[in-house]
T-cell receptor, first 115, second 110 residues
Framework: DAGITQSPRYKITETGRQVTLMCHQT?????MFWYRQDLGHGLRLIYY???????DKGEVPDGYVVSRSKTENFPLTLESATRSQTSVYFC??????????????FGSGTRLTVV | GQSLEQPSEVTAVEGAIVQINCTYQ??????LSWYQQHDGGAPTFLSY????GLEETGRFSSFLSRSDSYGYLLLQELQMKDSASYFC???????????FGKGTRLHILP
């Protein structure tokens, strides 16, 4: 089915473990983004990508790694999970820069708990 | 730096009209968007204002005044299903990404 999918929907991991959150989109959108959402902070950008093999840091990149070897996939890796990384993570994609052409389309999110 | 301010909560009555304001401070400007998010769901795009003025989409309207660095989302004929969080977002020129406000939680009373 067309769209943007994230996996897993829920994840519990232990402090210090490496965790990878997956994001896949079927529209061939150039732009992809990773946000985390925490109470009181709204949506904060972690990393984004303007095209395959092009990634850049957002507002809160520390402790995270991304890659984009293919246009449709944009995985987010927590190298050594910490409790402060407990959050809801959203992946988004966009056809163009900024907000035109229908804005960002978000995946359903991954709720990550680090214990 | 870039920042957006919007009220944390707004309460309105079913069938009424409510306005959610957003003021922003950016080094430039590329347009104002609004997103809706229901509890447990993902943000969904509602509207985009590139130019000053009012944009209407059904019961929802969005307004922008670039000279005042201000915009608002207007929801008419409120329904219980409109209970959600609403985020404004701006895109600074020359930047590939947009910045979101912290969101306004809309409570609707029957």
């Amino acid at each position: 089915d067309a769209g943007i999918t994230q996996s897993p929907r829920y994840k519990i991991t232990e402090t210090g473990r490496q965790v990878t959150l997956m994001c896949h989109q079927t529209w061939s959108h150039s732009y992809m983004f990773w946000y985390r959402q925490d109470l009181g902070h709204g949506l904060r950008l972690i990393y984004y990508s303007a095209a395959a093999d092009i990634t850049d840091k957002g507002e809160v990149p520390d402790g995270y790694v991304v890659s984009r070897s293919k246009t449709e996939n944009f995985p987010l890796t927590l190298e050594s999970a910490t409790r402060s990384q407990t959050s809801v993570y959203f992946c988004a994609s966009s056809e163009s820069t900024g907000q035109g052409s229908g804005g960002y389309t978000f995946g359903s999110g991954t709720r990550l708990t680090v214990v | 730096g870039q920042s957006l301010e919007q009220p944390s909560e707004v309460t309105a009555v079913e069938g009424a009209i409510v306005q959610i304001n957003c003021t922003y401070q950016t080094s430039g400007f590329y347009g104002l968007s609004w997103y809706q998010q229901h509890d447990g769901g993902a943000p969904t795009f509602l509207s985009y204002n590139a130019l000053d003025g009012l944009e209407e989409t059904g019961r929802f309207s969005s307004f922008l005044s670039r000279s005042d660095s201000y915009g608002y989302l207007l929801l008419q004929e409120l329904q219980m299903k409109d209970s959600a969080s609403y985020f404004c977002a701006v895109g600074p020129p020359g930047d590939d990404k947009i910045i979101f406000g912290k969101g306004t939680r809309l409570h609707i009373l029957p």
